[in-house]
């Protein structure tokens, strides 16, 4: 069996040296040290799949350094849980992938795999690109706020958000622990289910050919691009037939808006105390993450316990609301990658759900007339990520 997942490594070093002058996703790839570990890859689910790393995520003997100089040469001594489970299943780490500064927004070099004058999102950034190039069928992410479904829906290929400590994130750089949960990026929903099987035995359930979806737009929280809408519509409409939910309800019930504000309190407080050493080399931090320090360093205490009061509330009334759903379908992002590298475009669509710590999956599939892909992602319970992706992998067939 080793002679399979020698060969599926050597494919995957072949497509990152013919695609990685363009798409410039990996900060290293391990040549060496994956074809090691595919020669003594156990014959688990995953056997021989190579998969990329977000670099704030530990290999054992590989540096993690978060997109920053501040975190050079800073070499793991042992695997994140994550990385861990992987290779029990049989698969094979090819090495680190780019992540924008710290995770949050400063770009790194990566580009979109779809078109390359665009941003692939962040902070998961490489991880993205690189499954969206078709260089490794799987990489690891993590979000705090958009950080992996944006550029999953930006790169055109499906995501995984964990609910909130149901994975440990031992291993990981993380900014804040009331918010941060590791992820999966992979082609195809049918892949991500595979994959979250192996790791924690969540098995995709079949779904009725009409499931209960609750349908939020994004439109009180950001301006959307008209083909996502549409995308929104369609995929509503396939899913549900004529049968629908009551327009408003995830609105009034959740209320995205004060999420998000609140989110924002969570994630500045929590980042300040979580990157305070760093801070104080302010010269070799970005302006964008120097500004969200200073903000974090600003919020109070009190504040910070009345967003997380905010966050208990809310998630209570969610929870509610998906005992009677089987998910919420919205947009994964405003519209397609905005065009430019200086920027990895707003996670402002993401910031309630991973507030309130809920599962995530972006279904890809739908495209704007230019081409570029579309993302929408549905939400569910945490106590049934089956369900949530058993209607993730309909509404993925829906696109066909």
């Known amino acids: 069996m080793s002679a399979r997942a020698t060969a599926a490594v050597e494919d995957a070093l072949r497509r990152a040296e013919r695609l990685e002058p363009e798409i410039r996703a990996w900060v290293r790839l391990d040549a060496d040290g994956a074809r090691a570990a595919a020669r003594q890859a156990p014959d688990g689910p995953l056997h021989g799949m190579p998969f990329g790393v977000k670099d704030i995520i530990d290999v054992a003997g590989l540096p993690t350094e978060c997109g920053s100089p501040l975190r050079r040469g800073r070499t793991a001594t042992r695997d994140a849980w994550l990385v861990h489970r992987l290779r029990l299943a049989g698969a094979v780490p090819l090495g680190k992938t780019v992540t924008t500064e710290f995770a949050y927004f400063r770009p790194g070099p990566t580009r979109n795999p779809r078109d390359t004058a665009h941003t692939p999102g962040g902070s998961s950034s490489g991880s993205a690109a690189a499954v969206g190039a078709g260089v490794v069928p799987l990489a690891l992410g993590s979000q705090t706020a958009g950080s992996l479904t944006r550029p999953a829906a930006y790169c055109g290929v499906a995501g995984y958000v964990a ?53 939020w737009s994004g439109g009180d929280l950001a301006r959307i691009d008209p083909a996502m809408r549409s995308a929104l519509d369609t995929t509503a409409r396939a899913l549900m037939g004529s049968a629908g939910d009551r327009p408003g309800e995830v609105e009034s019930v959740v209320g995205p808006p004060r999420l998000a504000a ?109 081409g570029m892909p579309l993302g929408l992602q549905l939400v569910g319970h945490p106590d049934r990520v089956g369900r949530l992706l058993g209607v993730a992998r309909l509404a993925e067939e829906t696109t066909r």
């Open 163 to 215: 609910p909130v400590g149901a994975w440990p994130t031992d291993g990981f750089a993380g900014l804040s622990p009331s918010l941060d949960a590791p992820g999966l990026l992979t082609a195809t929903v049918a892949d991500l289910a595979a994959v979250i099987e192996a790791v924690d035995g969540t098995t995709a359930e079949e779904t009725p050919p009409a499931p209960r979806v609750a349908v």
């Open 262 to 370: 609140a989110h924002a309190v969570v994630m500045a407080h929590e980042a300040a105390r979580a990157l305070a050493d760093e801070a104080r080399r302010p010269e070799a931090l970005s302006e964008q993450l120097n500004a969200l320090l200073e903000e974090g360093r600003a919020t109070s205490e009190a504040d910070h316990r009345a967003a997380l009061a905010t966050a208990r509330t809310a998630r209570a009334a969610a929870l509610d609301l998906l005992s009677r759903f089987d998910a919420i379908l919205a947009p994964a992002a405003p519209g397609p990658a905005p065009h430019g590298l200086d920027a990895t475009g707003t996670p402002v669509l993401s910031r309630p759900w991973q507030l309130l710590g809920l599962p995530v999956v972006t279904v890809p599939g739908h495209r704007d007339p230019a």
